[in-house]
């Protein structure tokens, strides 16, 4: 892990505009992507920031991106079923997979009606470790781009302050309780060796309650990594941050 890597730093005066700029961001690399090795491994974040860039990509961008070369994969995951409004993968769903022409095998979820979460925390470790590590298809060997949210507490995916999880260093994905003011409190999260594999994590932000733990993690990283679980995300070669500030 590089950790002296440079964040390369994108401010817009609205999520609006920082999605419709994160949109074609992902529309390049992935045909990059697609044009050297053949696929494209994209990462989702969850909750409600992402909304906009998920209908961008699946509307303006629906005849830009190659989605049969496409896999898409969950950063974390709420343990709720799959069609339950707290869903990462039904928010991804509704905004984005219902709307595109992408193969069924290429959808890569978490499955949360296994139980207890652990065993749909190791059952997605599993299938993640397959795809990546699989001796016939070496053009693949971690995510192309990782796309991250943060939150007020500076936690990212399921990551939160003081998570023993925070220190795992070879499990891929861990079963997590969030705090107790987190409505639905087991969920299932990738943690930091496989997240900073990644070839490249993108941050997507927004809102004022955010903008103390951002500016920290900008401009104090150092501090910031023994606070903020947000700034500990050192992926192999780019991070980025996208914030949309209030119009």
């Known amino acids: 892990m590089d950790q002296s890597l440079k964040p390369e730093i994108y401010i817009f005066n609205s999520l609006e505009k920082a999605s419709q700029a994160l949109a074609e961001r992902i529309m390049k690399i992935s045909s990059d992507a697609i044009t050297k090795k053949g696929k494209f491994a994209l990462a989702l974040s969850g909750g409600r920031t992402p909304r906009r860039l998920y209908s961008l990509l699946a509307s303006e961008y629906a005849d830009k991106i190659i989605w049969e070369a496409v896999h898409l994969f969950w950063g974390d995951e ?35 009606e296994l139980h207890p979460p652990e065993k749909a925390a190791e059952s997605y470790e599993e299938m993640l470790r397959e795809f990546f590590n699989n001796p016939e298809d070496k053009v693949l060997s971690a995510f192309d781009v990782i796309l991250l949210g943060v939150g007020p507490d500076g936690h990212t995916a399921s990551l939160f302050p003081q998570s023993p999880a925070l220190e795992e260093k070879s499990r891929w994905v861990a079963a997590v ?14 943690t930091f060796p496989l997240m ?45 941050w996208f914030i949309g500030k209030k119009e």
């Open 78 to 112: 709420r343990c709720v079923a799959r069609d339950h409004p707290d869903s990462n993968y039904a928010m991804a769903y509704q905004t984005l997979l219902s709307n595109i022409q992408i193969p069924a095998q290429n959808i890569h979820r978490i499955h949360t």
């Open 177 to 190: 309780d969030a705090p107790p003011s987190f409505s639905t409190r087991q969920r299932i999260t990738m």
């Open 196 to 240: 900073n594999r990644s070839r490249a994590a993108i941050f997507l932000v927004s809102g004022a309650e955010k903008n103390t733990v951002v500016e920290m993690i900008l401009e104090e990283p150092d501090r910031a990594t023994k606070i903020y679980p947000a700034a500990r995300v050192q992926p192999r070669e780019r991070l980025v």
